[in-house]
């Protein structure tokens, strides 16, 4: 068998000083998206993603927390892989630049343009913006141009990039290549600059000390841009590229604001050691919030993870590739991600699915029916489908996504109209009606199979799902999209089992949820020294405190009389969708039922609460978990070193509820 074709993509090596946003998400979602889809192209794709670690503003960063820099960026770059295992990202490379074999690469990389004579010594005194780590030509007091924030004076030794030496092969390497920026207006952008000129780029610094040093030449230390772009190549062999055989990158995916960095200095970096140019630089537009770009230092950012809690990661990333055009600035708003979780996946692919799996239950024993005679309109969405593979596939080639799912949920649209006015349900027990009926099954649930593995690049947990309960074997991943046609689905195929995809949610209650959790993270002190959302105490806070090992304080009976115990008897329990440690109770405490959240999801079944009789903290003030309103704790022991929640209850006496624990 003939290798598979290589495909190398990167995500920016993104800044530990802070924590990520869902514009950082973005980028990163779009390249897991392009790394599944290419892998059912047939391609070996390895995506690198990582951490930028050095420089002048995390040598800051970690002063202000307390902690040495290393401490402080492994336990930022801890935070960043997690959030990335929570989105479902599958990167191959996740590549720290304080990792030792970049530094290798950085040194070996510098070595080489230095010894091919486009390195000299130099001095810099202007102004640096330590927020963009770019030297910025702007007068002493003056903000960057860039991001606004103010510029610090520096003035050290250094050693100087000859960039100025690249204006010429640069613009003769764009217009030989010239998909190698995209889209248009960004190429129209970085030709314009460098055919304004280039002037040479100081790529060491001698007053910073949190960097990668330059062999022989200590205090110089590199500077974060050269260390940073590095990484792409650390990240697959440096070195030894040529060995693993993914140099040059096929993509490099950036927002907007750092194309210059990767279109300019990077490739001229590249040409000077003599090195391969990676073959193409695409830079995204920016999600705003209220017109700005969203970022940190706005204070206008949203986290990824409240949206996955409360709608899962599939939502997210539908919502983030469906409703930007890709290339574009767009606006993010809590109220349109809800509004399309409900209209596009709930009531469109979720209605789907659970509908055909429920006819077929219904009326075909649990297994695909086998089709009889088609009729003009069943070729007709036939039609649809096949043209819809074809359609999908080039966009998401052209990394067409919001167009490529327009495109999958117009089919998803047709056929559910095709289901209204065959309206399988009333047909009769005749043969004839049988058939039509059996037809009519088989090809929604076709049109089901072929949507599972069109979205599921994009929707690779929900479509995990759809897959098993079509009776698929093996995962959607593994399909080949080239030898996806209309018509492959086996009749007699038995319908697996049916999980939840998309539970529809109230609106205001999602938002205020996310809103709740959102507020809760950014409150939250720094991940370096607690974690970012807390994970759900395990029946209250209380219960929480009472698992602690420390021998504690005594006090009077008059602070133990102060917390107002009763019991309580469960009335409903339900799960919290987006928050597996909890349940959501209504509890009777004799003089009125209050909602109590209590973190025993994993231990106990909801329906088996209902009757049960605990004791309650009804004095508690109340207050929001996971967005739900908490009024009063249940009192639970915590047992064994997982902490499991054990109800204390009263399971041989009959007691009144709303009794004092005295
Ligand atoms: O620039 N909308 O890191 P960074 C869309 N370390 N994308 C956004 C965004 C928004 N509002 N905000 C951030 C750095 N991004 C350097 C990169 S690469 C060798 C070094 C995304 O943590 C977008 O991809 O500031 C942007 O380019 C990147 O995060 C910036 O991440």
Redesign the pocket.
Known sequence: MPDKPKYYLT?????TN?LP?I??T??TIVCDTIRRYKRMRGYDVVMTTGT?EHGVNVERSAKKAGVPESEFVAKMAAEWRALWDELGVQGDEFIRTTDLKHAHTVQWLFKQFRDNGFVYPGHYTGQYCIY?NAYVDVKPGENCPDCGRPTETVTEANFYFKLSAFQKPLLDWYVKHPDFIQPEARRNEVLSFVEGGLRDLSITRTSVRWGIPVPGEEPHVFYV?FD??T??LSAVGGPQYEKTGFWPADLH???K??IR??AVYWPAFLMAAGLPLPKQVWA?????MDSA???KSLGNVVRPRPIVHVLGMDALRYYLLRETVFGQDGNFSYDALVQRYNSDLANGLGNLASRTAAMIEKNSGGKIPKPAAFQPQDTALATKAQEAIGEVLEQYDKLGFSLALEEIWSLIAATDKYLTTEHPWSLGESEADQQRRATILWTTAEVLRIATILTHPVLPESTTKVWSLLGQRGQPASVALDGLRWGQLAAGTSLGKSQPLFPRIEKAEAIERMEAMEKEAQNAPSPVTAPAIPSAPAAGSAAAAAASQATPEKIGIEDFAKVEMRVGQIKTAERIVGADKLLKLTVDIGTEIRQICAGIAQFYEPEKLIGRKVAVVVNLAPRKLRGVESNGMIVAASVGPEGRPVLAGFPDEDVEIGARLK
């Open positions: 995500t920016p090596i993104y800044y802070g946003h514009g950082h973005y980028s930028d963009d841009w940073a772009l990484a792409y995916l950036v927002g604001e750092i960095f990767h995204h537009g920016w999600l705003l770009k969203m970022s």
